[in-house]
């Protein structure tokens, strides 16, 4: 099943600002699901390890992150994550397609952004079972 993107000025802001670097970069996108349609309000960076090829989200910053959502300082629920490509263009690799399925175990409402800001390109993703990783098709995005 096929769904709408809605991706906000702030969030997309954030993403192509911290995946500027020269390696790849991680992060989660908060936001929620309204008529059928995936809001994606706001971006926050992960930190962990990467290098030229991976970015691994530690487990502490997602612990913080938890707790900074219950406590109410931030508003939404995890909606998906975003990487980086560094030239190599908008796909996913099979880490990033076995990341997908985790976090699809959750809701099927869960996306991946790819980004290369060497590109200026970016694709958003989700898993099928019965097709496997599918990128969204552009009318099915918006930045607002």
Not at 82 to 106: A, E, N, P, R, W
């Amino acid at each position: 099943m096929l769904f709408k993107v809605a991706i906000s000025r702030l969030a997309m802001g954030k993403i192509i600002s911290h995946t500027r670097k020269p390696y790849e970069q991680i992060g989660l996108l908060l936001g929620g699901l309204e008529g059928g349609e995936l809001k994606v309000t706001d971006a926050i960076e992960g930190e962990g390890e990467a290098d030229g090829l991976t970015s691994i989200f530690s487990a502490q910053r997602m612990a913080k992150i938890a707790q900074e959502m219950m406590m109410g300082r931030i508003q939404g629920s995890i909606v998906g994550w975003y990487h980086s490509h560094i030239g190599c263009g908008v796909f996913m690799s099979d880490l990033d397609v076995q990341t997908q399925i985790k976090l699809q175990q959750f809701s099927p409402y869960i996306i991946a952004l790819v980004i290369d800001s060497v590109l200026n390109e970016f694709g958003v993703f989700t898993y099928l079972t019965n097709l496997g990783v599918v990128q969204l098709p552009e009318e099915y995005i918006t930045i607002e």
